[in-house]
């Protein structure tokens, strides 16, 4: 026997149970850890970009940087409820497709230079996946105030960023999953693949098996690697520095007039509280198709015109000015055919006027329609890089401490947005969880304290929209109302 095969064999080792914790589903096979076989090889080292790291260090106890979803599941047809043993043992069998469930955090001394991802020996699914429990009968308010709670907390920087969480007790004996992923990990783009690697489209799950020669994990740079690698890129950063102005030179009188387009005197511009409050509703895909034909433009023009329509009343029902037009913040994906599976961001933001003083709701449509029409037309006049060109020029040192102090400083005086409202598409089948079917995904995303205290995103599902509204608990604390107010809206524009 030659000294190659006496080597052991590397293995990811993946624990259903931590240590010390008893399997959930005693009527089922020992929760035994499952191990993924490794390539011997490895691939190139992942470091993060300016823009992934500016969402790790402009967080803050107000504004936490990670983005989930709230997956209702349908209830049992066999009368068995989905375990978090079993829901483990998948994402268990899943984890060689979804590389950024496995990464944690490697930061560089003093901050000297961007940190990196590196892969974990062991993924511990007993922390990362948990079970719990509403009291029986809970309704949909009950969950979305769960799911509030949940999205308030940070993510433990020490492990690999992310949770799961089974929710039961539900009525009619449904099921919920709420997930959250840091979003230095993925964006709009990159979290619809993760959900696609987990979820299933028939039924019974499907079996994904590991590549036959084995996984391949990304090298782990030595310290002196990091060093001499620091020392480049602190070089390459001042040259960025030098050539950020000729970069934005012809942008930025469009840049200050955006900035100037906020509307001050609506709730909430600055600083939002520790606190979320959470809501969720599914609108008919075929309704906002009808609406759209009638009146020409897009399912996002009329996806604006709701949120525009929810935000205007709830205003009103506060006793707020709504004359002067609300400005959103809209992500926009950059990511290109190369970039797809790649994990990371790769998205800008377009800034688009609403139309909340117009009172007509046919007028409020076409209003809103013409506004995106200018914001396109304004964004595609920007470099797609514009945001990596930005924060490529913030300073690293001390982990991002002078980004932390430019936003706390920014915020009260400079807000970009009133809210942020992104719409993603998303699979127009059903898809299964476990064998369970979903019935809806809602988003549930972040918060930042330069655009407003209100998010509405919007994921497309099985002919249905989902919308997840998140809001800072301190200036919209009855966030069920604008849920109620964006299917008025669409019962009025379908009239």
């Not at 080792?13 to 490895?42: F, H, K, M």
């Not at 991802?117 to 969950?143: K, M």
């Not at 907390?153 to 949770?163: F, I």
């Not at 400079?414 to 064998?435: E, F, H, K, T």
Request: net charge negative; glycine share 6%.
């Amino acid at each position: 026997m030659s000294h190659a095969d006496l080597k052991p064999a590397r293995h990811l080792d993946i624990r259903i149970v931590t240590p010390g914790q008893i399997a959930s589903d005693t009527s089922a096979e020992p929760a035994t850890p499952q191990r993924i076989p490794l390539s011997g090889e490895n691939g190139p080292s992942r470091q993060l970009s300016s823009l992934d790291v500016l969402l790790l260090d402009a967080e803050s106890p107000t504004m936490l940087l990670h983005v989930g979803s709230v997956t209702l599941l349908e209830p049992p047809t066999t009368g068995r409820a989905l375990d978090v043993t079993a829901l483990r043992r998948l994402i268990a069998s899943r984890l060689h497709l979804i590389a950024p469930l496995r990464w944690r955090l490697r930061t560089v001394t003093l901050g000297l230079d961007l940190p990196y991802w590196e892969d974990s020996d062991t993924i511990d699914l007993g922390y990362h996946v948990r079970d719990t429990r509403l009291p029986e009968g809970s309704t949909d308010v009950a969950l979305a105030d769960l799911a509030a709670r949940l999205h308030a907390q940070p993510l433990d920087r020490n492990r690999p960023l992310w949770e799961c969480h089974l929710i039961s007790g539900l009525t009619d004996g449904r099921q919920a999953i709420y997930t959250k992923v840091h979003h230095a990990l993925i964006d709009g783009v990159s979290g619809a693949e993760v959900m696609a690697a987990l979820f299933d489209i028939v039924p019974d799950s499907q079996s994904v098996p590991p590549p036959p020669d084995g996984l391949r994990l990304g090298r782990t740079p030595n310290p002196a690697e990091i060093l001499g690698r620091g020392i480049a890129h602190t070089v390459t950063r001042q040259a960025d520095r030098m050539r950020l102005p000729l970069r934005l030179g012809p942008t930025l009188p469009n840049t200050l007039a955006d900035i100037r387009k906020t509307n001050p005197t609506l709730l909430g511009n600055g600083p939002n509280g520790t606190d979320r409050s959470y809501a969720f509703v599914s609108l008919s895909l075929d309704t906002v198709k009808q609406v759209k034909n009638s009146f020409g433009g897009t399912v996002n023009d009329v996806v604006m015109t709701l949120c525009t329509t929810a935000f205007r009343r709830w205003l009103h029902d506060h006793d707020t000015p709504a004359d002067d037009p609300a400005v959103a913040a809209i992500p926009v994906s950059v990511r290109t055919q190369e970039q797809l599976g790649t994990a990371g961001n790769q998205f800008s933001i377009m800034l688009c006027e609403l139309p909340i003083g117009e009172p007509d709701p046919q007028h409020r449509m076409k209003l809103t329609h013409a506004a995106m029409l200018a914001a396109k037309d304004h964004f595609h006049t920007t470099p797609p890089n514009l945001l990596h060109y930005a924060t490529a020029a913030l300073p690293q040192i001390l982990h991002g401490l002078a980004t932390r102090l430019l936003l706390r400083i920014a915020a009260p005086a400079l807000p970009l947005a009133n809210m942020i409202v992104s719409n993603v598409p998303g699979p127009q089948i059903p898809l299964y969880a476990a064998g369970f079917r979903v019935a809806g995904s809602y988003p549930i995303s972040v918060l930042t304290d330069l655009s407003g205290p209100l998010n509405i995103t919007v994921m497309s599902y099985n002919g249905h929209l989902d919308f997840g509204i998140l809001a800072s608990t301190d200036t919209i604390p009855d966030v069920w109302k604008i849920a109620t107010y964006l299917q008025d809206a669409l019962t009025e524009l379908a009239q």
